[in-house]
Nanobody
Framework: QVQLVESGGGLVQAGGSLRLSCAASGHTFSSYAMGWFRQAPGKDREFVAAISGYGGITSYADSVKGRFTISRHNAKNTVYLQMSSLKPEDTAVYYC??????????????????WGQGTQVTVSS
């Protein structure tokens, strides 16, 4: 069983930056593919970014490409989401997720095995 704990959310003005962290338990973190998703009120959960098991491959939603960067530090069992040039439409609860298979990048929420509890990001205009 893997537990994921997100942190780093908060309130920021448009144009600002935040870095989200997701700390994972377990000894096999480095082999897991990891992803970030978000869900705004009244909307479905949507893919934001993903990174392969050993960090060699990343993928981003078009809406965040060029503004967000996903990375991982396997020795710290942590995955990050650096968010820059934030917009009010980025406001959502952000979730990290882990896929045990670790093959490539995973963009479909249904493919992930473990989820964190989420952290709120609010971008004011």
């Amino acid at each position: 069983q893997v537990q994921l704990v997100e942190s780093g959310g908060g309130l920021v003005q448009a144009g600002g930056s935040l870095r989200l962290s997701c700390a994972a338990s377990g000894h096999t973190f480095s082999s897991y593919a990891m992803g970030w998703f978000r869900q705004a009120p009244g909307k479905d959960r949507e893919f934001v970014a993903a990174i392969s098991g050993y960090g060699g491959i990343t993928s981003y939603a078009d809406s965040v490409k060029g503004r967000f960067t996903i990375s991982r530090h396997n020795a710290k069992n942590t995955v990050y989401l650096q968010m820059s040039s934030l917009k009010p439409e980025d406001t959502a609860v952000y979730y990290c997720a882990a896929d045990r298979r670790g093959i490539g990048v995973v963009v479909a929420a249904g493919e992930y095995d473990y989820w964190g509890q989420g952290t709120q990001v609010t971008v004011s205009s």
